[in-house]
T-cell receptor
Framework: GESVGLHLPTLSVQEGDNSIINCAYSNSASDYFIWYKQESGKGPQFIIDIRSNMDKRQGQRVTVLLNKTVKHLSLQIAATQPGDSAVYFCAEITGNQFYFGTGTSLTVIP | KAGVTQTPRYLIKTRGQQVTLSCSPISGHRSVSWYQQTPGQGLQFLFEYFSETQRNKGNFPGRFSGRQFSNSRSEMNVSTLELGDSALYLC????????????FGPGTRLTVT
């Protein structure tokens, strides 16, 4: 099966700082990549996606970078807020199948 | 528009029993996928249903099964429960199979004792 891993299981940042969450993937044929946010007691929530033919995409306070050479994906959150505390997953989509990483737990320190 | 709903939210079962979980997708969504989430394995894909047909299946034993009704509501069943089946079971819906944006429900927390 696919292997989608995350570099760090936990990340703590000071409120107002920028956060960077990383993800490694294994299948160079993947079509899409998505970042999800999961708050305690809730299901994952779509944050941002990126096609495999792009290397950067920006949303509101978030930027996803895709480096296909090293099969690496990152999520950057600008001016991190307490409400950003959650587990973040990357997902790799190959064909019609989703493969998820185990998640990075982000804690924002006020 | 109401989101994806799952019932029940919490469930405690004993080894050997069976369980049925229910998922109602967002109105108009015809594709429903099921995932198992555990701390060690993350989200693992179980299966996807579209128009009452199973379209994809993950690498789970035959004890895990599902179905979808004509109104797109879906159920999954786990028979002969094992301790390792304790997990959060998430349902996700999307408009049609092949669309990348899918919406997750809050999950059903299953504990097997």
């Amino acid at each position: 099966g696919e292997s989608v891993g995350l570099h760090l299981p936990t990340l703590s940042v000071q409120e107002g700082d920028n956060s960077i969450i990383n993800c490694a993937y294994s299948n160079s044929a993947s079509d899409y990549f998505i970042w999800y946010k999961q708050e305690s007691g809730k299901g994952p929530q779509f944050i941002i996606d990126i096609r495999s033919n792009m290397d950067k995409r920006q949303g509101q306070r978030v930027t996803v970078l895709l480096n296909k050479t090293v099969k690496h994906l990152s999520l950057q959150i600008a001016a991190t807020q307490p409400g950003d505390s959650a587990v973040y997953f990357c997902a790799e989509i190959t064909g019609n199948q989703f493969y998820f990483g185990t998640g990075t737990s982000l804690t924002v320190i006020p | 528009k109401a989101g994806v709903t799952q019932t029940p939210r919490y469930l405690i079962k004993t080894r050997g029993q069976q369980v049925t979980l229910s998922c109602s997708p967002i109105s108009g969504h015809r594709s429903v996928s099921w995932y198992q989430q555990t701390p060690g394995q993350g989200l693992q894909f179980l299966f996807e249903y579209f128009s009452e047909t199973q379209r994809n299946k993950g690498n789970f034993p035959g004890r895990f099964s599902g179905r979808q009704f004509s109104n797109s509501r879906s159920e999954m069943n786990v028979s002969t429960l094992e301790l390792g089946d304790s997990a959060l079971y998430l349902c996700a819906s999307r408009l049609v199979a092949g669309v990348h944006e899918q919406y997750f429900g809050p999950g059903t927390r299953l504990t097997v004792t």
